[in-house]
């Protein structure tokens, strides 16, 4: 059974970094065919997309955060990382990772993790 | 990128047929996949590939994709299915996940 689970500081200082740890069990983070996402939800607002990574180590970023975020890939603890530069009170939400599958034409998230709240205030 | 258009809300009694949309000029020719997401948990995913559900989701739960509309249907719906709902593709061209605005469902 596949599991994803968040892991981080719940709470930010405005200018830092967000960092967010997903850990993986059921399947390797290796295994070809998957793309290792991070998705944000704002208190009741809806999804938001900020990017993937694959085995490779190849990623891919929303425009909205292109410029200061960065995923990451650790195979020796089956996980993956997304740090989040100069946050703002506006990037306080919930943040979720997620597997996507798919194909080259189409994509979808199968396996969600539990989501993780951070709260940027100082 | 595109803009995937949702209804913010939609109100049923409960065993009717709720109706949700998603609308884009191109969507007819792309995969649609819809999630249900109850309150403070993470969303799931209820139909794949405009109409296919995932194993463990109710037949109630079906889906359809033509020219400019997706659509989501919930039959018979029950009080549980209380929840946003929300549309998703998959931006080929600039290789992006598209998420719609999401639809609150009321079962009332």
């Known amino acids: 059974q596949v599991q994803l689970q968040e892991s981080g500081p719940g709470l930010v200082k405005p200018s830092q970094t967000l960092s967010l740890t997903c850990t993986v069990s059921g399947v390797t983070v290796t295994a070809g065919g998957y793309y290792w996402s991070w998705i944000r939800q704002p208190a009741g607002k809806g999804l938001e997309w900020i990017g993937h990574?694959?085995?490779?180590?190849?990623?891919n970023y929303s425009p909205s955060y292109k410029s200061r975020v960065s995923l990451s890939l650790d195979m020796s603890q089956n996980q993956f990382s997304v740090d989040l530069a100069s946050v703002a009170a506006a990037d306080t939400a919930t943040y979720f990772c997620?597997?996507?599958?798919?194909?080259?034409?189409?994509?979808?998230?199968?396996?969600w993790g539990r989501g993780s709240l951070v709260t940027v205030s100082s | 990128s595109f803009v995937l258009t949702q209804p913010p809300s939609v109100s049923v009694a409960p065993g009717q047929t709720a109706t949700i949309t998603c609308d884009e000029n191109?969507?007819?020719?792309?995969?649609v996949h819809w999630y249900q997401q109850k309150p403070g948990r993470a969303p799931v995913l209820v139909v794949r590939?405009?109409?296919d559900r995932p194993s463990g989701i109710p037949e109630r739960f079906s889906g359809s994709n033509s020219g400019n509309t997706a659509t989501l249907v919930i039959s018979r719906i029950e009080v549980g299915d209380e929840a946003d709902y929300y549309c998703q593709v998959w931006d080929t061209g600039d290789h992006l996940f598209v998420f719609g605005s999401g639809t609150k469902v009321s079962v009332l």
């Open positions: 990574i694959e085995a490779s180590g190849d990623t």
């Open positions: 191109t969507i007819g020719g792309r995969n």
């Open positions: 997620a597997r996507a599958r798919g194909t080259y034409y189409n994509w979808y998230f199968d396996i």
């Open positions: 590939d405009d109409s």
